[in-house]
């Protein structure tokens, strides 16, 4: 590798510094953690040179740049990344091994930067990685919040929330950035006034202030020389002096604003595809959306004069409606600031923002009560009442005569404001994350947006990054990858298609098979250690990580352990192959189901784990507090691939990809993104289970599901459901899991019983996993399907995804950047 930057002794010599620098200690007095920071700090110098080179070439080539606003990122640990894209982590792991040091260890000393609940943040992560990787300018858009996402604790089968400090001991992969510091104002009241050539003004006045103080965090393009910024933002009061307020005696609006700075960026709220309407999530909002967009502002007058041209060097991508509110901001800049009329603003406006869509799940649609949104930003709701005035007369336009379409569509309604209905109207583009889920909305949920605006509408499939889920997390795998075709996969993902060949070719199985036993070997330390459960590693590994949500059906999965228990138990005699079903979930804080399935899956796992009599034919495992680093290396062990949502209800999926990528075999329903993988590696190399999304559609529709009469004929469920209300896994309290039976068999208020289908779906699932034990007896068989998986995973690489954007939506040009001297 062309690695002077990472010279050997130069590079401990570094080290050796850094430690003396920052700790007054030699290498040897230096604890794991102060190694850490040493090493990353001398990754962050090679850093600062590409950064710098990067915006030189910016600057002198003036391209346009995509600014991708997300309330989350969820980034995952910096360092082994940062090596694998410098192309230097084999150079730095041989010269930490020389000093008596193992850059995993040193890895594992890296907080997870946890800015993200799951899907949605993960996909910005890889989203920012593959626009640096194939050189377009691109700035992340977000929150450095105080605490990330809680870190989970099981105490007693139950989750228990603790607060994710992940600044503690320094995070050394930011940059506080505060020449770049912007106003951000809440509150007050407008007042209008004529000005001498009679236009009217409006004024904003009696507002509150934060200064917004951004962190940048670098990220760095594979092999290169590019690096990107992931803008954090920071909220810091204003300073005394400045405040006026204070002066006058207003000691009250003083501490206000000091409180406000600090309980903005406090928390990220840990719902994931469920709203919670509160008022500090609209401030949190409203401050990062409005600083990002005030500094995109500057950062082009800074060059150009002609702000009409801002369209030409500047796309705002809006992840999900969370950042919408950036529409009413640009067009407040535009028209207040700026001065301009609103046509000419709204143009500029609709040319620059794009909207991606994450979600069909009705409770996920963001809407805000027109009380807290008019209070807090009393000017920029005027702007978007004004939006929605003129986008009702578009509506009566197109569907004139009926009353019904703008109730359905109009951006203020009932009192609310829709964002969605607000990122649609004001957007050139609205994007689905999955062809399945794309045309469910043009189809279903946004019929009639598309209806009006067909053009706009458009799919982008998601999509996950190679460097860290393949060539970061599975070395092994890597390693082999490149022995047979080379390593132009790690920058051009289709190659893997090249695979394919060595499917029938038993040397080429047994190694991949091996390198599937290394990593469950690894996998089954790793449990040993956190769990103090040991674990079969010849077992077939079934595994479901992801956010706990009904929709997603974690209660079907063990629901279907349960009945297996209850098989093995009548007959003893029977084979079975041996299992280890895992599942890895962390449930919103206050989603009460969702917590009991957790305390469900921990109990039923104490019983079956301790249950000597069935000889260690099934484990239950729950690994605690899932997250980026863990996940890595539970996709390189994994056998089958949990993907069993109700179909219709999940956007795409993103584990299913990084499942596939690393050989493991899809177990799902015909929901979001698998619908793809099913396309690509064939129905022969997957399981596939369930209803339909347009058969769930249809029951939804005409209300005719029943799951009293599936459990009053089907004795197995039967007995399933009795056993989560007669104490078999609740001894001391037989009626704590009765909640979970309710939502399957009782009608509640709000609600139809089995919402989600669990029990419709129950015996197609059964059948289909049992067909998975018959595949697996079969070495060379799933040897073949398993390497199939990995081969024909080339589309699912973030690197498509974004090439998609930059195409349809952004039009962005690549840059190259020199390598700095
Ligand atoms: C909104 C308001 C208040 C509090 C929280 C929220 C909130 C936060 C996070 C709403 C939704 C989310 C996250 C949604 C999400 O992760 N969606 C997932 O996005 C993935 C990437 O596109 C898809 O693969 C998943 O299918 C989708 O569920």
């Known amino acids: 590798m062309q690695n002077q930057m990472f010279e050997k002794e130069k590079f401990i010599q570094e080290i050796k510094d850094n430690v003396k620098n920052l700790y007054r200690k030699t290498l040897e007095e230096a604890s794991q953690q ?96 593959s626009l640096s990787t194939l050189g377009y300018p691109a700035y992340g858009c977000g929150i450095r919040y105080r605490y990330g996402l809680f870190r989970q604790k099981i105490e007693n089968g139950f989750q228990v929330e603790v607060p994710d400090n992940w600044l503690k001991d320094g995070y050394p992969f930011e940059m506080r950035r505060p020449e770049h510091t912007f106003q951000v104002k809440f509150g007050g009241y407008v007042r209008s006034e004529g000005d001498p050539s009679g236009k009217t003004r409006f004024i904003h006045e009696g507002y509150q202030t934060v200064r917004a103080v951004p962190y940048d965090m670098p990220v760095v393009g594979y092999n290169n020389n590019m690096v990107n910024a992931l803008i954090a933002w920071d909220a810091e009061p204003e300073e005394y002096f400045e405040l006026d307020a204070f002066d006058k005696g207003d000691y009250k609006k003083a501490v206000e604003q000091e409180n406000l700075a600090k309980n903005l960026v406090e928390v990220l709220y840990p719902n994931d595809n469920h709203i919670q309407g509160k008022e500090l999530r609209l401030k949190q909002q409203y401050f990062f959306v409005s600083a990002s967009v005030q500094r995109a502002v500057a950062r082009y007058k800074k060059y150009h004069t002609d702000l009409h041209k801002l369209p030409d060097k500047v796309a705002i991508q809006l992840n999900d409606t969370h950042p919408t509110v950036a529409v009413a901001e640009l067009m407040r800049i535009l028209l207040d600031e700026e001065n301009m009329e609103w046509d000419e603003a709204w143009t500029i406006t609709t040319r620059t923002c794009a909207y991606t869509n994450h979600t069909i799940m009705s409770e996920a649609l963001e809407k805000w009560p027109i009380e807290i949104f008019s209070r ?70 946004l019929h009639e947006f598309y209806q009006m605006f067909p053009e706009k509408f458009n799919n982008k499939t998601n999509g996950i990054t190679q460097r860290r889920f393949l060539y970061h997390g599975n070395p092994l795998l890597a390693e082999w990858v490149n022995k047979y075709i080379g390593n132009d996969w790690v920058t051009n993902l289709s190659h893997l298609e090249k695979l394919a060949v060595y499917a029938d070719d038993e040397k080429a199985q047994q190694e991949f098979m091996n390198i599937k036993y290394q990593n469950k070997l690894r996998l089954a330390e790793y449990i040993r250690k956190h769990n103090g459960i040991e674990i079969n590693p ?173 459990f009053n004929n089907d004795q197995d469920i039967r007995q399933v459901l009795m056993q989560l209300i007669n104490g078999m896994y609740s001894r001391n309290d037989p009626e704590l899991f009765r909640p979970l039976y309710n939502s399957l068999l009782n009608t509640q208020d709000t609600q139809y019983a089995d919402t989600y289908f669990i029990l419709k779906d129950f015996r197609s699932y059964a059948e289909v996993q049992s067909r998975v034990e018959k595949a697996y007896r079969d070495e060379k068989g799933w040897a073949k399907m398993a390497m199939l998986n990995t081969a024909h995973s080339g589309k699912f690489t973030s690197d498509r995804t974004i090439q998609q954007y930059v195409d349809d939506i952004w039009h962005l040009d690549k840059i190259k950047v020199e390598t700095p001297k």
Not at 66 to 85: D, H, K, Q, T
Not at 407 to 429: E, P
Request: aromatic share 8%.
């Open 34 to 129: 102060e190694v850490y920071q040493a090493v990353s700090q001398a990754v962050k110098e090679v850093i600062i040179d590409q950064w710098l080179a990067t915006q030189k070439t910016m600057e002198k080539e003036d391209p346009k740049m995509v600014y991708y606003m997300s309330m989350e990122f969820l980034m995952g640990r910096a360092l082994g990344n940062n090596l694998i894209n410098l192309t230097a982590y084999k150079e730095v792991k041989e010269a930490l091994e020389e000093i008596g040091f193992d850059l995993n260890v040193i890895e594992d000393e890296e907080p997870d930067p946890a800015l993200g609940n799951g899907g949605l943040g993960r996909l910005a992560a890889c989203f920012m990685e």
């Open 376 to 445: 807090l930003l009393p000017r920029v709701y005027q702007i978007i009442e004004e939006i929605n005035r003129r986008f009702i007369l578009d509506i009566e336009k197109k569907f004139p005569g009926d009353y019904n379409k703008v109730k359905k569509m109009a951006i203020i309604f009932d009192g609310q404001v829709k964002m969605a209905h607000l990122a649609i109207a004001a957007g050139c583009s609205v994007n689905g994350v999955a062809r399945l889920h794309t045309e469910i909305l043009k189809n279903q949920e």
């Open 538 to 710: 010849r077992s077939i590994f079934d595994v479901q990580v992801k956010r706990l949500h009904e929709y997603k059906r974690q209660l079907l999965n063990i629901l279907h352990v349960m009945y297996l228990y209850n098989k093995i138990k009548e007959h003893p005699e029977m084979e079975f192959y041996p299992r280890t079903f895992i599942f890895g979930a962390k449930a919103a804080a206050g989603y009460r189901i969702a917590k009991l399935t957790i305390k469900l899956i921990n109990s039923v796992a104490d019983v079956i784990n301790n249950d000597a009599s069935i000889g260690g034919k099934i484990k239950v495992v729950f690994i605690e507090d899932y997250k980026v680093s863990i996940a890595e290396q539970i996709f390189a062990a994994s056998d089958v691939s949990e993907q069993i949502s109700t179909a219709s209800k999940e956007a795409s999926g993103t584990g299913n990809m990084k499942f596939m990528l690393n050989g493991a075999v899809t177990l799902g329903t015909m929901d979001g993104a698998n619908v793809e993988i099913v396309e690509e590696v064939g129905e022969e190399n997957a399981f596939i289970f369930g209803m339909s999304s347009q058969e769930v559609i249809d029951h939804e529709q005409k209300r005719d599901y029943d799951p009293m009469q599936i």
